[in-house]
């Protein structure tokens, strides 16, 4: 365990249907760095997760109620996958300011997977270059953004990968990234 992120924290937007893979291992990266996390919801109390989508795959305790969270509280955004988290976080309203007012800070966000949907709805993509899951690249083209297939697309402050096979490459850019916060100017 290193200390790089230490005094960083880190707010995990998630709901029911997370793809398990891509919130364990991003936040494992996060706390290995020193970083701490929390997990936002629609909901108090636990979310399901899934495995590819379809199969169950054990829950996460909410630390929050993203109704109840402040952007002012966090360093960096992490918005993972899975089809029917982001479809649900899209139409929160409570979810959807959320991230808005945080792509608004400046602050680091990093997506994977079909996570980007939530920017979407939160019309923060025109003019971002990013990648996705592929099924969702024709809403996020639509949407106003330059669409990549690549492994890990940095645009500033977003970050944005494909699905689980780009996890180390996006895990090491999203704590490259936002160590990079912590140096001097």
């Not at 909410?62 to 952007?71: H, L």
Request: charged letters at 25%; aromatic letters at 4%; proline letters at 6%.
């Amino acid at each position: 365990m290193t200390d790089e992120l230490k005094g960083k924290k880190v707010a995990i937007l998630a709901t029911d249907g997370v793809e398990r893979v891509e919130l364990e291992e991003p936040r494992g990266a996060l706390h290995g760095a020193g970083a701490q996390t929390e997990l936002l919801s629609l909901h108090t109390g636990e979310i399901n997760a899934r495995q590819s989508d379809i199969n169950p795959a054990g829950t996460f305790p909410v630390d929050k109620k993203v109704a109840d969270a402040s952007v002012t509280d966090y360093d960096a955004l992490l918005l993972p996958g899975g089809t029917m988290n982001p479809d649900q976080l899209r139409t929160d309203p409570d979810a959807v300011t959320f991230v808005r007012e945080f792509m608004g800070t400046g602050k680091l966000v990093a997506t994977i997977c079909h996570g980007p949907w939530t920017l979407v709805e939160a019309d923060v993509v025109r003019g971002r270059r990013l990648t996705s899951w592929p099924s969702i690249r024709t809403d996020l083209r639509n949407a106003g953004a330059d669409v990549a297939d690549e492994e890990v697309v940095v645009d500033g402050q977003l970050i944005s990968s494909r699905s689980p096979d780009d996890l180390p490459a996006f895990c090491n850019t999203v704590i490259n990234r936002l160590a990079e916060t912590l140096q001097p100017a």
